[in-house]
């Protein structure tokens, strides 16, 4: 995965702490994130819309997973915005019309943006190695800091 110098600048410049602030992230990409009414199937989506690329959340799912949904959503815009045409809208699984390929690349980065290595080592050395808490201080889910840590979810 490759990034854009600039825009790996602009991520790297929002994980010097955790939580990382991905609303703050989204917006100094130049991403507008808004948290709206969605079926409970649907976890967001990302849209070009008058030029500009909004990313919609389902206000209805718990907060860890929407820091999760605009993550993903930010991995797309990162990753594949040049192949998703005016948009694309994830499932609760993170599936959408791009292929398992697409969809595993932006899981991937969404979780480098949310955990990134330094931050979770740093915690760890610090005596912090509970799954439960290092989701807590991360404000991820605990399933995705066992996946992180290599753990079973």
């Known amino acids: 995965m490759w990034l854009d110098p600039r825009e790996e600048e602009i991520v790297k410049r929002h994980q010097q702490i955790y939580p990382v602030k991905v609303g703050a992230l989204a917006r100094d990409l130049g ?68 292929s398992d390929s697409v969809e595993r690349e932006a899981n991937r980065l969404a979780a480098d943006i949310l955990m990134p290595w330094h931050l979770v080592h740093k915690a760890t050395a610090h005596g912090t190695r509970d799954p439960e808490a290092l989701s807590q201080a991360f404000e991820v889910s605990e399933a995705a800091m066992s996946i992180r840590l290599g753990l079973p979810a």
């Not at 849209?47 to 929407?66: D, L």
């Not at 605009?70 to 991995?75: D, F, K, Q, R």
């Open 31 to 98: 991403l507008t994130v808004r948290e709206v009414d969605m079926s409970d199937e649907i976890s967001g989506s990302l849209r070009s819309e008058e030029g500009k690329w909004v990313i919609r959340v389902n206000r209805r799912h718990a907060k860890v997973r929407q820091r999760f949904t605009v993550a993903h959503e930010i991995a797309h815009y990162l990753l594949h915005r040049d192949r998703i045409g005016l948009g694309l809208t994830d499932d609760t699984f993170y599936r959408s019309t791009q």
